[in-house]
């Protein structure tokens, strides 16, 4: 199966902190998103193991399209979403999300022991979706939960599927709960 791509998002968050107030590095989050067609919409089918497949190229497509856009940053967290169209079911868009689609993204990014948090929803065009962020090498790392929200106004159609992948390149800004800090991050599983 190859996917069908008709659009191509990317977003940019870029905050510096609270005027007058020094936080060093500024807070960049990016995502980029696919729209691609759903090969399942308006149908049921038992086995989504073309789609899986399939989703490890387009995998590779956007890592391209992530790179550019995060440009001399370094990634510290990771997160991706999808949005089935109403003709497809949820189930479709998690297909696309799985770790065939990740691991090309997480060598784009210089990899990641932790697992990517997710969030899938069937829903119209122009319905927001958060993205949540948690910390590519540990995912307990507090001071980078966080999330984007983003809004594809025309997307997804009902036969068709937002696939999205954002990263960040530090924990919240003022994030202060305690926990396991970035830089004494550790364990092979990213559990702790």
């Known amino acids: 199966m190859k996917l069908r791509t008709r659009k191509w998002y990317s977003f940019v968050e ?7 107030e020094v936080q060093g590095v500024p807070l960049r989050k990016v995502a980029v998103a696919a729209i691609v067609e759903n090969p399942y ?3 049921q089918v038992t086995d989504l193991s073309p789609l899986i497949d399939a989703s490890e190229e387009l995998g590779r497509e ?10 001399p940053y370094e990634v510290q967290s990771y997160g991706k979403a999808g949005i089935a169209g109403l003709a497809g079911e949820q189930e479709h868009a998690n297909a ?3 770790t ?10 210089g990899g990641g022991k932790a697992w990517i948090s997710s969030f899938t929803k069937r829903a119209t065009a122009g319905v927001p979706i958060d993205i949540p962020l948690a910390c590519k090498d540990a995912l307990y790392v507090r001071s980078h939960y966080d999330g984007m929200t983003i809004l594809l106004p025309d997307a997804p159609l009902p ?3 937002a696939v999205i992948f954002c990263v960040a390149n530090r924990g919240r800004i003022h994030a202060r709960v305690g926990g396991l800090k970035y830089e004494d991050k550790k364990g092979e599983d990213g559990l702790f």
Request: aromatic share 2%; hydrophobic share 45%.
């Open 100 to 109: 065939k689609f990740a691991d090309p993204l997480r060598q784009a990014v």
């Open 14 to 20: 870029h905050e510096d902190g609270c005027a007058g």
């Open 41 to 43: 919409a308006n149908r």
């Open 96 to 98: 696309l999300l799985t």
């Open 159 to 161: 036969n068709e599927i």
């Open 62 to 71: 956007m890592s391209k399209l992530l790179v550019s856009v995060l440009g």
